[in-house]
């Protein structure tokens, strides 16, 4: 099977622009870091070409030394679990957006070669794939799930369909264009 790379957009994604192809998904995923626990707390949202949220996760990490080695973890994690779920053709949104011009052109951030080169073999497992710089409006609901780790200290793994409920107003339009 042919694998194919998708250009790297550093551009960031338009609010018209946020739903992907059919056949694709977007996976939204962010994360909440402190310096002084050593702790952070990541989450991706998985969305399909409407814009339906299909499953959600959320994870604990803990004694995470650095922002970039926490970036790092965060990208492998997603991506594990983009392949765990069988999603073949992902387009990944985060606000990172110093991961993603080191993926394009390394020659601009020589300092992330490392984890711009373990992203980029991982990303090799996908049929396609496209990495977008996200507004903290377009990724905030990963970003709220991220922060309830450290705020709330909801620290539990897990992975569900659908999107958290108490997150239900900012998906409103998503119940009402389905008929739920």
Request: net charge negative.
């Amino acid at each position: 099977m042919e694998l194919t790379e998708a250009n790297v957009s550093c551009a960031e994604v338009p609010s018209f622009e946020q739903n992907v192809s059919v056949g694709w998904v977007q996976c939204e995923f962010d994360m909440d870091w402190s310096s002084r626990g050593k702790n952070m707390g990541a989450s991706w949202i998985v969305k399909d070409e409407k814009g339906k949220v299909l499953e959600h996760s959320r994870r604990a990490f803990s004694e995470v030394k650095s922002v970039g080695e926490e970036k790092l973890q965060l990208w492998l994690w997603v991506m594990e679990n983009m392949k765990s779920l069988r999603k073949k053709n992902v387009r990944f949104v985060s606000t990172f957006g110093d991961l993603i011009e080191a993926i394009e052109k390394l020659t601009l951030w020589p300092a992330l070669q490392y984890e711009a080169g373990a992203i980029k073999r991982e990303l090799q497992a996908f049929e396609a794939w496209e990495l977008r710089i996200g507004s903290w409006t377009t990724i905030r609901c990963a970003s709220f799930i991220a922060q309830s780790v450290r705020n709330l200290g909801l620290t539990q793994f897990y992975v569900a369909a659908g999107h958290p409920k108490w997150l239900d107003q900012f998906y409103a339009s998503d119940r009402s264009a389905s008929g739920d």
